[in-house]
């Protein structure tokens, strides 16, 4: 089943604690990225990568860092984190169609 | 003004209602255009692309005006099952700007 996975699902965690979020996809998509989305936003791009090594930063790509050493992974870091970084996270993939498959997404709480 | 904007609703239908959402983006060079559907707390999903001069899916049809610079998804015989929230969304030179979606709720 073609799919993209994200985990943790849930997480609440303390400002400076850092964290990772993993993504995985299963179907050989060379274009991934990271999207947060908070009320009133909509769904706004952090990261994305074109292609293994290679990532460019998205419109809000302050306080994460990502890598993409492997196709099918695409992790999104936060090395210290804060209370502003609470939202709703989604990982995605797609390949030329420009139909992006989203993960199930991570609920991220930052105290 | 953002790049892609929607009416956030909601929007309360009763079933078998016909319902028309707008979408109005504000950059010309746009290539093409996406509506995505969202339930509550899960994830983006796509629902149709819209090429050119729209297409229709079953009871969903979404046109393009490029004159005017809108979108529109129509639903027709609404379901229950179509309450969601629906994304616009618009493809610029390999990046997808999504608007804030607007939300439906049909009732019985």
């Known amino acids: 089943e073609a799919q993209v996975t994200q985990n943790p699902r849930y997480l609440i965690t303390?400002?400076?604690k850092k964290l990772t979020v993993t993504c995985?996809?299963?179907m050989n998509h060379e274009y991934m990225s990271w999207y947060r989305q908070d009320p009133g936003l909509g769904l706004r791009q952090i990261y994305y990568s074109m292609n293994v090594e290679v990532t460019d930063k998205g419109d809000v790509p302050?306080?994460?860092k990502v890598s993409r050493?492997?196709?099918?992974?695409?992790?999104?870091?936060?090395?210290?984190?804060s209370p502003n970084q609470t939202s709703l996270y989604f990982c995605a993939s797609f390949a030329?169609?420009?139909?992006?498959y989203f993960g199930p997404g991570t609920r991220l709480t930052v105290t | 003004r953002k790049e892609v904007e929607q009416d956030p609703g909601p929007f309360n239908v009763p079933e078998g209602a016909t319902v028309a959402f707008n979408c109005t983006y504000s950059n010309s060079a746009s290539q093409s255009f996406f509506w995505y559907r969202q339930d509550c707390r899960k994830e983006p999903k796509l629902l149709m692309s819209v090429y050119s001069s729209g297409n229709e899916d079953g009871r969903f049809t979404a046109q393009l005006n490029r004159a005017s610079q809108y979108i529109s998804l129509l639903i027709r015989d609404s379901k229950l099952s179509d309450s969601a929230t629906y994304l616009c969304v618009g493809l610029n030179t390999d990046k997808l700007i999504f608007g804030t979606g607007t939300r439906l709720q049909v009732f019985p």
């Open chain 1, 24 to 26: 995985s996809q299963n």
């Open chain 1, 62 to 64: 302050e306080g994460y």
């Open chain 1, 14 to 16: 303390v400002t400076g």
């Open chain 1, 69 to 81: 050493k492997e196709k099918r992974n695409f992790p999104l870091i936060l090395e210290s984190p």
């Open chain 1, 96 to 100: 030329s169609s420009y139909e992006q």
